[in-house]
């Protein structure tokens, strides 16, 4: 299935590209060099299609590494390639990719009603099982992609209750509990993000 732009769309890509080649051949901005009012404007035009899902996010990654040669902010494609080869960013990058499969797939109901099953009856004993589970979960990966799979399994959790006044009522203290877990344990190993 290919997606196919309305004008509206056409004229955000239309202007991200007027970005880029503006801040390739405009003048520097004040006391900016050539690469560095090039990057600027490349960055602009970037958040543009984060911010309107224009594209997906790994295909503006993409464009965004593959461009950093093209408008010589980089010598070549190794070196813009290199710039995102550390251990920690594909550490961070298996930690998103673990998180995108968690709500993604059915497993997180699965672990909800673990949860429910081994947590107290109550909403205190709920929220305590959670705050557990994201304090050990961001002790071996990322704060922010162990709260997103928490963030899930909470979702999941959340439609116990009947009625939406419920959810409401609960939904802030599971999600307080998802922070501050990630938060604590993020200084529990090394390997956390604290």
Partial sequence: MTKKFNIKEWIIV???IAL????????????ISVQGNTALFFMIALVIFLLTNLLPVGLVAII????????????????????????????SIAGFAIAGAMTSLPLSKR??????????KTINGVISALFIATALLSAFMSNFSSAIILTAIAKELLKIYDTEKERE???????IAIVLGAAIGGIITPMGSG
């Fill in 111 to 120: 672990i909800s009603l673990g949860i429910l099953k081994i947590a107290p």
């Fill in 14 to 16: 239309a202007t991200a």
């Fill in 64 to 91: 965004a590494i593959s461009f950093l040669p093209v408008l010589g902010l980089t010598e070549t494609l190794d070196v813009a390639a290199s710039m995102f080869g550390s251990t920690m960013f594909w550490f």
């Fill in 169 to 175: 009522q609960s939904k802030g203290s599971l999600f």
């Fill in 20 to 31: 880029v080649l503006i801040g390739r051949f405009l003048s520097p901005i004040s006391a």
